[in-house]
């Protein structure tokens, strides 16, 4: 295991890229943009992203598994059915949108440059630490998962 495998919750590592995101958008405003729409495309990314994150911890909750982030070999059951049948990692996702609707709320390009940042973190210091996790607790069962529905979308 990894310095920072499974070490900073999900949601603090996003709210750290939101801040960064906001830093970078202050620092250099030669790069900031007009987006028609924006507020209505930052509030329905905004949307989108906690109705995916909220469908992942209410399928979690229903199948009375764990959401803790950082300890995913304490989870009960491999939960496989409503938003999980297309995404492996729905409240992830749910968090990318978020980010997405604020770097699209910001108006500005760096911005927009944190985004990948956030998916590259959290395939490696995440994701990746917690399928092992997952595969050493639920073996094939787990595997025939990976197989069937993609990482993000």
């Excluded at 900073?8 to 790069?31: G, N, T």
């Excluded at 909220?54 to 909750?61: D, E, K, P, Q, T």
């Excluded at 500005?108 to 440059?113: I, K, N, P, Q, Y």
Aim: charged share 10%.
């Amino acid at each position: 295991m990894d310095n920072l495998d499974l070490k900073v919750p999900p949601v603090a590592f996003a709210l750290i890229v939101a801040a960064f995101m906001w830093l970078a958008s202050a620092a250099v405003p030669a790069l900031a943009f007009t987006l028609p729409g924006r507020l209505g495309i930052a509030t329905a990314l905004g949307a989108a992203g906690i109705g995916f994150a909220g469908a992942g911890v209410v399928a979690f909750r229903r199948a009375k598994t764990t959401v803790n982030p950082t300890k995913p070999g304490t989870a009960s059951t491999v939960v496989t059915a409503g938003v999980y049948s297309f995404s492996r990692n729905p409240m992830y996702l749910g968090l990318l949108l978020a980010l997405s609707g604020w770097a699209v709320f910001l108006n500005h390009a760096l911005a927009f440059v944190f985004l990948p940042v956030f998916v590259l973190y959290m395939n490696r210091f995440q994701i990746g630490p917690e399928e092992k996790a997952l595969l050493g607790v639920f073996g094939e069962e787990y595997a025939a998962y990976l197989k069937s529905v993609r990482r993000w979308l």
